[in-house]
């Protein structure tokens, strides 16, 4: 089992910024990859970010130039900086891990983004 707990989210106006942590606690060792989603009302939950083991990152073309994920091995913590923030941001994001064969979620933190 892994356990995860976002923070950071908050109110910003359009250009500003916003740092995500979420810290894994539980079976840590078998984690593969780390990645953030976000989801709006009606809207499929879509991957955002993510970060392998082996520190392979990828992003969303919308997010590119704007977001950077990151680990800290040391404190099992995975990051998103959100700068230049636009309204089309605005949404809940999720933590994501996947352990094994196993996928876990945090519980989300809303992130609104005012024009």
């Known amino acids: 089992q892994v356990q995860l707990v976002e923070s950071g989210g908050g109110s910003v106006q359009a250009g500003g910024s916003l740092r995500l942590s979420c810290p894994a606690s539980?079976?840590?060792?078998?984690?593969?990859?780390m990645a953030w989603y976000r989801q709006t009302p009606g809207k499929q939950r879509e991957v955002v970010a993510s970060i392998t083991r082996y520190e392979r990152i990828s992003y969303a073309d919308s997010v590119k130039g704007r977001f950077t994920t990151s680990r800290d091995n040391a404190k099992n913590t995975v990051y998103l900086q959100m700068n230049s923030l636009k309204p089309e941001d605005a949404a809940v994001y999720y933590c994501n891990v996947i352990a094994g064969s196993r996928w876990y979620w945090g519980q989300g933190t809303q992130v609104t983004v005012s024009s």
């Open positions: 539980g079976s840590i060792s078998s984690i593969n990859a």
